[in-house]
C-alpha cells in the first residue's frame, strides 16, 4: 500500500498580516500533525498552491520555517497567490521544466504524479499555455503504461459556487481536456482552488480538489455578484483538512480528511461480529 497526502491553499503570510499570518499557521501545523500521526505514514505530501498569500518573499521565509519540521518528503506546486520568481529564490531545490515553469514528475514504486503549473500571474484564473501542453504530452509519453496522478491548483470543473468557476469554454482549460483525453495512464486529477472539497469528471477521468488548509468557502450555490457586497457570508472557520490517496492493489481511492482533535465515539474493546 502506498499513500501520499495531498494539502492545498495554505495562504501563509507574514507580520504585515499579523491576524491571518497567526491563524493559517496554526491551521496548517494542525494538518502537519495529523498527516505524520497517520498509520502508515504517506510517501509525501503534495502541495497544490496557494502556499502562500500574496507571493512576497517574507512570506516564503515564513513557509520555509514551518516545512523544516516536516519529517516526509514535500512536493510543492503553485497556484495564483504564488509568485515563480520568489518561489524559485525560496525553494532552489524544486524542479522547473526548460521553459521556466514548476511542472515536473515524481516516481513512486508503482505509480507516478506529474505536476502542473497553471499559474497566470497576477490573475485569478488558471492558464495552460501551449509550452505548459508540450511538456505534459511529454512527460505522459514517457510513461504510458505506469499508472498516474495529475496536480494542479485550479479545478476546471465547476464547483457551482458560482463566483469561484472558471469558464468551462477558457482556451486553458480546453486545451488541458485535449492533453489529458485519452491517456489511459491517468487515475486521476487533484487540485485546489476552490477552499472546499468536491468530486468531478474531466476529460474522461476523475478530478478532486481537496479542502484548504487555511479557512473554507461557504457552500453557498445561489448566484452573488461580487461587485456588490450583499453582507453574505463568503468564508468560515470549516476545520483544516487534507486529501489522502491510497494506492493499494492497483486501486486508487480518495479519502477528504478533517484535522483536529476530537472525541473518539466507539472504542474496539469486544470481538465485533458481523451480521
Not at 3 to 32: F, G, M, W
Not at 250 to 263: I, M, W
Amino acid at each position: 500500500m502506498l499513500t501520499l497526502a495531498q494539502i492545498t491553499d495554505l495562504h501563509i503570510t507574514s507580520d504585515k498580516d499579523p491576524v491571518n499570518k497567526a491563524r493559517n499557521e496554526a491551521r496548517l501545523r494542525t494538518v502537519l500533525q495529523a498527516i505524520h500521526a497517520r498509520r502508515p505514514r504517506p510517501a509525501a505530501i503534495l502541495a497544490t498552491g496557494d502556499l502562500v498569500d500574496r507571493g512576497e518573499p517574507e512570506e516564503y521565509a515564513e513557509l520555509k520555517k514551518i516545512l523544516k519540521d516536516v519529517e516526509l518528503p514535500i512536493f510543492l506546486g503553485l497556484g495564483n497567490h504564488d509568485a515563480r520568481g520568489a518561489f524559485r529564490e525560496a525553494f532552489p531545490e524544486t524542479p522547473v521544466n526548460q521553459d521556466g515553469f514548476v511542472q515536473y514528475t515524481i516516481d513512486f514504486e508503482g505509480l507516478r504524479v506529474v505536476m502542473l503549473d497553471t499559474l497566470d500571474e497576477g490573475k485569478a484564473d488558471g492558464a495552460f499555455c501551449k509550452k505548459r501542453a508540450a511538456w505534459t504530452r511529454k512527460a505522459l509519453n514517457k510513461a504510458r503504461r505506469v499508472p498516474t496522478i495529475v496536480t494542479l491548483h485550479h479545478p476546471p470543473v465547476h464547483s457551482s459556487i458560482r463566483w469561484m468557476d472558471p469558464n468551462p469554454k477558457s482556451e486553458w482549460i480546453m486545451r488541458l481536456e485535449k492533453t489529458l483525453r485519452g491517456r489511459r495512464q491517468v487515475m486521476t486529477a487533484i487540485s485546489g482552488h476552490i477552499h472546499r472539497s468536491y468530486f468531478g469528471m474531466f476529460a474522461g477521468h476523475t478530478l478532486s480538489v481537496g479542502p484548504a488548509t487555511s479557512i473554507q468557502l461557504t457552500l453557498d450555490l445561489t448566484d452573488v455578484d461580487m461587485r456588490v457586497p450583499d453582507g453574505r457570508e463568503i468564508l468560515v472557520e470549516e476545520p483544516p483538512g487534507y486529501t489522502l490517496l491510497v494506492w493499494d492493489d492497483n486501486v486508487l481511492t480518495t479519502h477528504f480528511c478533517v484535522a483536529g482533535d476530537f472525541p473518539p465515539a466507539v472504542m474496539y474493546t469486544v470481538p465485533f461480529v458481523k451480521d
